[in-house]
């Protein structure tokens, strides 16, 4: 008999921590019916198409089409339309993925109708619940069967919850099962060159969590910071679409992309972000993904957050939280080379896939 899964993606992070996942269960059709679900969170071509094409996903066989909105609009919608496509073509396991809002909404739908749920990227935990996606991971992990882990602080973060251990299996960073996928189209895309940049001479930015863009005040000294660091060193700024509102809504869009040395882009693909990364002197984000990724690579990666739910990229890698006062420092650091350029973490060694495929399969049965 054979098991049907359905894999949920959503939003931009969520298409590399999938990908290597769909490759491996495709190749157990033996006893795995997959189907992928597209929830629609992220629609615009830049967020989600590009990533699809890069990462050789197809297209969907489920398009839930749920869209943008308020944050219970957006789960309420994508509860709403994944119990339709449950009740229409009942799965026996979902697998949802890190920690949108897509992902805390089809876990709760198909645990309701008494669906396994696995959770990849479990037991992350900054520790401040104001964070829409801190909410997202604590109810998902409350609710799934089967929670995959990236690393020891995650264990003992889901041990603290009362999480039996029974459900957890550490099988490491998916992210970088991605990575090393596509590696040498990402060596040879060569983006740096086409924006007339040199690898080593210059900075990669990304910058969209609310406490960093939502707040007119917060933004304007982040623009500052921008504009100075970009007089001194090159830097690339991929501005996501809520950025983009909000600069724009604010008036100070005109200003930041006229700024000397300040290249604003669209929202890159995965390919060609990574390529930006790879020769990035430093990349300073308030992404949770690029953390992981500049600690596998060893560049310097400046996190303007004052918590994270991936510290083993602080104590084992090459990550450091940066405050607006702090960063212009930091930066002098990590230009001088006095930069902590850490190890890789156990089990980030792009053989995730295949130690969830080992867990799933044990899981089940078969
Ligand atoms: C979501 C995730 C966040 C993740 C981020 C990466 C939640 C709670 N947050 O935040 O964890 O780091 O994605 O991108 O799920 N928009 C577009 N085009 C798109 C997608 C969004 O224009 O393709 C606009 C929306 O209309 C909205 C804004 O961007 O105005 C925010 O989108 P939304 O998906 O709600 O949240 P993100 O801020 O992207």
């Not at 909404?105 to 935990?125: F, M, Q, Y």
């Not at 099962?177 to 990304?206: C, N």
């Not at 990574?274 to 310097?300: C, K, N, R």
């Amino acid at each position: 008999m054979k098991h049907s899964v359905d894999l949920v993606m959503a939003a931009r992070p969520n298409f590399m921590k999938v990908a290597p996942l769909y490759h491996a269960l495709s190749r157990e059709n033996a006893w795995c019916n997959l189907r992928i679900v597209h929830t629609g969170q992220h629609y615009d071509a830049n967020m989600s198409h590009a990533f699809l094409r890069d990462l050789k996903l197809p297209e969907p066989h489920v398009h839930l089409g749920v869209g943008s909105g308020t944050h219970a609009e957006q789960t309420a919608g994508v509860m709403l339309a994944y119990e339709r496509a449950c009740l229409a073509h009942r799965p026996d396991w979902v697998v949802v993925v890190g920690d949108v809002n897509s992902t805390v909404a089809c876990a709760l739908a198909a645990s309701k109708l008494d669906i396994g749920v696995a959770h990849l990227e479990a037991g992350l935990r900054s520790g401040d619940r104001t964070m829409p996606e801190e909410k997202n991971r604590v109810l998902t992990d409350a609710l799934a069967d089967l929670l995959w882990t990236p690393s020891p602080d995650a264990d003992a973060n889901l041990a603290r919850e009362g999480i039996p251990a029974s459900r957890i299996a550490r099988v490491g960073n998916i992210m970088i099962d991605s990575l090393e996928m596509v590696r040498s189209s990402i060596e040879g895309a060569a983006k740096p060159a086409a924006l007339g940049l040199q690898p080593g001479q210059y900075a990669v930015v990304t910058l969209h969590r609310p406490s960093n863009v939502d707040e007119p005040n917060m933004l304007s000294r982040l623009t500052g910071v921008l504009r100075r660091l970009a007089s001194r060193l090159p830097i690339v700024f991929p501005v996501h679409p809520r950025t983009r509102a909000r600069l724009e809504g604010n008036g100070m869009w005109n200003e930041l992309s006229a700024a000397p040395g300040l290249k604003i882009v669209e929202p890159e693909s995965y390919i060609g972000f990574m390529s930006l990364v790879f020769g990035a002197a430093y990349v300073l984000t308030d992404s949770g993904g690029v953390q992981e990724e500049t600690t596998y690579l060893g560049i310097p990666c400046l996190t303007m957050r004052s918590t994270t739910e991936r510290p083993i990229t602080v104590t084992e890698g090459s990550n450091r939280l940066v405050t607006v006062e702090s960063v212009e420092d930091s930066v002098n650091e990590a230009l001088s080379g006095r930069w902590q350029r850490g190890r890789v973490p156990d089990l980030w060694d792009g053989r995730a896939a295949k130690r969830i495929v080992n867990s799933l399969r044990e899981t089940i049965g078969v």
